[in-house]
């Protein structure tokens, strides 16, 4: 929700973002942290909010997921390709891996605080985990993002070459259903 009250989706990313695939990644960042600000906002409120909890719920359910694979499958092996010792980014990429996996199994326990609030048709300050749940997860979510976006990717746009970017963006398309983004179309 804006601050009228009135709901906003969270925004999807332009698909042209693909042919800049690190940017996609900055992109992908701030909508992490907007779902962490919406769910501390939904955590303190009794009232129920079905199309809000729904928006979070598939973001958690999809799009968080892919975001994790598009880094550990992709972008954290074109890193460990491109760097070099001095770089020293193995360090950084295994505690983000590690934390990847601590994410999802948060994630999970938020997802099913959702779930719950919306079957029982419920704003989720009406459960008593929902802060213990919910604080903890997002205040993760924001430290690990900002490693991301202050160590990872600068060091991403510095080491990744041209081919590299390509195939990234090509590969985060087709993981969605997407066509290639450097084709043109006529």
């Known amino acids: ?3 009228a009250g009135e709901f906003k989706p969270i925004e999807p990313i332009p698909h042209d973002l693909l042919r800049e695939p690190l940017i996609w990644f900055f992109a992908e960042h701030y909508r992490h942290r907007d779902v962490c600000a919406r769910l501390i906002d939904l955590s303190q409120s009794i009232v129920f909010d079905d ?4 928006d979070v719920y598939v973001f958690l359910d999809r799009d968080l997921p892919l975001h994790v694979i598009d880094e550990e499958d992709d972008l954290f092996p074109l890193l460990r390709r491109r760097c070099e010792p001095d770089d020293q980014i ?5 505690m983000l891996s590690a934390e990847h996996a601590n994410d999802m199994m948060d994630a999970a326990a938020v997802r099913a605080l959702v779930a719950r609030a919306l079957a029982e048709q419920s704003g989720l300050a009406s459960f008593a985990e929902a802060r213990s749940t919910i604080e903890p997860f997002c205040q993760q979510q924001k ?4 490693m991301e976006n202050a160590v990872v990717l600068p060091i991403a746009r510095h080491r990744l070459n041209e081919a590299d970017l390509i195939s990234l963006g ?3 398309a087709a993981r969605r ?3 290639d983004p450097f084709k043109s179309v006529p």
Not at 51 to 54: E, G, I, M, P, Y
Not at 143 to 146: E, F, K, T, V
């Open 1 to 3: 929700m804006d601050n």
């Open 51 to 54: 199309v809000a909890l729904r």
């Open 90 to 94: 193995e360090k950084v990429l295994g």
């Open 143 to 146: 430290r690990h993002i900002a």
């Open 170 to 172: 090509q590969r985060l």
């Open 177 to 179: 259903g997407l066509g």
